[in-house]
Nanobody, 124 residues
């Protein structure tokens, strides 16, 4: 049974930082690209960042480029999202997701497995 478990969310003031973690089990982690998405109240789930299965190659939404960094540790089956210079508009539930496909996608429906999400709230 595949499980993705996010942690590290919380309440932070604008300008602050948080690091999210997503621990994976039940899948060949090193063969899956991993992504982070977020969903704010009343809005659709949106792409945040992606890292290829072997690491190294990353992709970011324009809204977070230069502030967020995705990384992974395949030995620990974990993907991270370092979030710096946080803004109130970054407030959302953040989800990690696993993509076993061969292409590069930022479309949520093309990801195979999802975590339960972790709340990030940025106060002004």
């Amino acid at each position: 049974q595949v499980q993705l478990v996010e942690s590290g969310g919380g309440l932070v003031q604008a300008g602050g930082s948080l690091r999210l973690s997503c621990a994976a089990s039940g899948l060949p982690f090193a063969r899956f690209a991993m992504g982070w998405f977020r969903q704010a109240p009343g809005k659709e789930r949106e792409f945040v960042a992606r890292i290829r299965a072997s690491g190294g190659s990353t992709l970011y939404a324009d809204s977070v480029k230069g502030r967020f960094a995705i990384s992974r540790d395949n030995a620990k089956n974990t993907v991270y999202l370092q979030m710096n210079s946080l803004k109130p508009e970054d407030t959302a539930v953040y989800y990690c997701a696993a993509d076993g496909g061969l292409g590069v996608t930022t479309t949520a429906t093309e990801y195979d497995y999802w975590g339960q999400g972790t709340q990030v709230t940025v106060s002004s």
